[in-house]
């Protein structure tokens, strides 16, 4: 029995089973079969990558030199020559594009890609996004449309670099579209940005790779039959040129086979406030004739960019080191020097310092493999008045000279009015 006023015994209540508990770290196993995984993954993706770039890197090389055979063995067959040598272009450009591709990530990894930024019309953009990527989307027979606004969608941003990242756009837009499909392209202004859809009827995204196609390498699973090429860079390059140009991508899909919608917006800007002089001079029709002088210790590059340099009118001639070229330089005195860096004995640089030693007025231009901002800002320390990186066209190649000799010209014009102001 319970005595009175005498209350039953109470029972000590039990926590509950997590409470007041601290989760144990992993252990040391655990950790490490996770950092082992994510390493193996890694390795498998750098492995998957190197396999992919060398098949990139070699496709390009069957048709080059099956095009050189016809070369060689039909010289004279003129439209022959005329349809290999379009041919070898385009693949050539195949090959310029990965290697541009892969060296633009690393810039932007490093914080050394720079943007040249200016008030550009997008509709001029698009335009040229579209002239490049237009071809393709012919040869597979599919429909293009765009819906432009009349009134000028203004951005401050790189032309060249916006360019890239739309014509990248629409080219893999044409890529993973059956022929005969459809793809749309439309821009317009919501509130302060300018917002660029572009949508297709091609393979789709599955849901959950959404998330992961703008990362580096990544390719969408049972695309790589699908597409004409690539090495899964396009994507992660355009989502962070848009991001240093202060926009954004995204992309969405209904799902495989349903096709794919990318969505780019920038912000806009105020309209370039224009200020043309009066009797500005109209460009001339081509550039004026040269004496240049070509130095490559790869015999075969100095000798037919010195036979193309003659092609277009100029005087040029090949120099296959450093002592040659200064004793060129001294004996024909040209107007300009095409120089590679990385020769054997007298570099690129030596020949740089020994000309200045000898006051020879010749205008050195770097024309090397090297790319990086760190390479520029070294050829510019050791006085060289410009740098192009190889392979280059003939246009940039002449009009980095243009450039180049205008420069100099002014400059010793600017000495001559100064020796004459203080004679």
Not at 223 to 237: D, E, I, S, T, Y
Not at 280 to 303: E, G, K
């Amino acid at each position: 029995m319970t005595a009175p006023n005498s209350s039953p015994t109470k029972q000590p209540s039990q926590p509950h089973p997590t409470a007041g508990v601290h989760l144990a770290p992993l252990p040391a196993q655990t950790q490490w079969q996770r950092i082992a995984a994510k390493l193996q993954d890694s390795e498998h993706r750098k492995s998957e990558f190197l396999a992919q770039l060398s098949h990139e890197l070699r496709n390009p090389l069957a048709p080059l030199s099956h095009g050189l055979i016809l070369l060689r063995k039909h010289p004279d067959h003129a439209e022959l020559v005329e349809q290999t040598a379009a041919m070898m272009q385009r693949q050539l450009g195949h090959v310029i594009g990965l290697i541009d591709d892969l060296l633009d990530l690393q810039r932007i990894a490093l914080g050394k890609l720079s943007l040249k930024l200016q008030e550009v019309s997008l509709q001029d953009v698009v335009q040229g996004a579209l002239e490049i990527s237009a071809p393709l989307m012919q040869e597979r027979s599919q429909q293009l449309s765009v819906s432009l606004p009349e009134a000028a969608l203004w951005v401050r941003a790189d032309p060249m670099r916006l360019t890239q990242v739309l014509s990248n756009l629409l080219i893999n837009a044409a890529k993973y579209t059956a022929p005969g499909g459809q793809v749309r392209l439309r821009a317009l202004a919501l509130r302060e940005q300018a917002q660029l859809e572009l949508a297709d009827t091609g393979a789709g995204i599955p849901a959950d790779e959404l998330a992961h196609i703008f990362e580096p390498y990544a390719q969408v699973r049972d695309h790589q039959n699908l597409a004409l090429g690539g090495l899964g860079l396009g994507l992660a390059l355009a989502r962070q040129l848009l991001e240093l140009h202060g926009g954004q991508i995204s992309a969405s899909s209904p799902g495989p086979g349903l096709g794919s919608t990318f969505c780019v917006k920038l912000p806009l800007c105020n309209p370039p406030v224009l200020n043309v002089p009066n009797g500005t001079p109209q460009a001339q029709a081509r550039a004026p004739l040269w004496r240049i002088l070509v130095v490559d210790d790869n015999a075969d590059s100095a000798d037919t960019l010195a036979a193309a340099l003659q092609c277009c009118g100029h005087q040029a001639l090949a120099a296959h080191d450093g002592p040659s070229a200064l004793a060129r330089i001294k004996d024909w005195r040209p107007q300009v020097a095409l120089v590679d860096l990385s020769m054997p004995g007298m570099d690129g640089f030596e020949l740089a310092r020994q000309l200045q030693l000898l006051a020879q007025p010749a205008a050195l231009v770097a024309m090397t493999g090297w790319g990086t901002a760190t390479d520029r800002e070294r050829c510019e320390k050791a006085g060289f008045a410009a740098h192009i990186v190889k392979p280059a066209s003939m246009a940039q190649i002449e009009e980095t000279l243009l450039q180049v000799l205008q420069v100099s010209a002014e400059s010793k014009a600017d000495q001559r009015a100064e020796r004459r102001s203080t004679a």
